[in-house]
């Protein structure tokens, strides 16, 4: 299974951007799907954005596109989320998520389970 901790995070005003960072150990990251979530107190936590294996696909919530770009890069055992025109409803703790395999549909969080701790992100207005 792997381990998963996300960096990255902080304070950002609106219009801002910030690089979100996962790092991956203990199992092999390039069979892995990987997730981005986000959660902020009182509501579920809800798919941000997830890569196929390989990074040949890429999936993102609705409220995203177009501001957020997910990458990954298999060398370093690492995925990124790009976040840029940041808004204040951007603010949450954001997670990082893995699952075996690969598929265009791991977007819901059952579908994930290896999780990092999250990062903050808090956007200013």
């Known amino acids: 299974q792997l381990q998963l901790v996300e960096s990255g995070g902080g304070p950002v005003p609106a219009g801002g951007s910030l690089r979100l960072s996962c790092a991956a150990s203990?199992?092999?990251?390039?069979?892995?799907?990987m997730g981005w979530f986000r959660q902020t107190p009182g509501k579920e936590r809800e798919f941000v954005s997830s890569i196929t294996a390989t990074g040949g696909s890429t999936n993102y919530a609705d409220f995203v596109k177009g501001r957020f770009t997910i990458s990954r890069d298999n060398a370093k055992n690492t995925v990124y989320l790009q976040m840029v025109s940041l808004k204040p409803e951007d603010t949450a703790v954001y997670y990082c998520?893995?699952?075996?395999?690969?598929?265009?549909?791991?977007?819901?969080?059952?579908?994930?389970?290896?999780w990092g701790q999250g990062t903050q992100v808090t956007v200013s207005s």
């Open positions: 998520a893995a699952r075996w395999g690969s598929s265009a549909y791991f977007y819901t969080t059952g579908q994930y389970p290896y």
């Open positions: 203990g199992g092999i990251f390039s069979r892995h799907t």
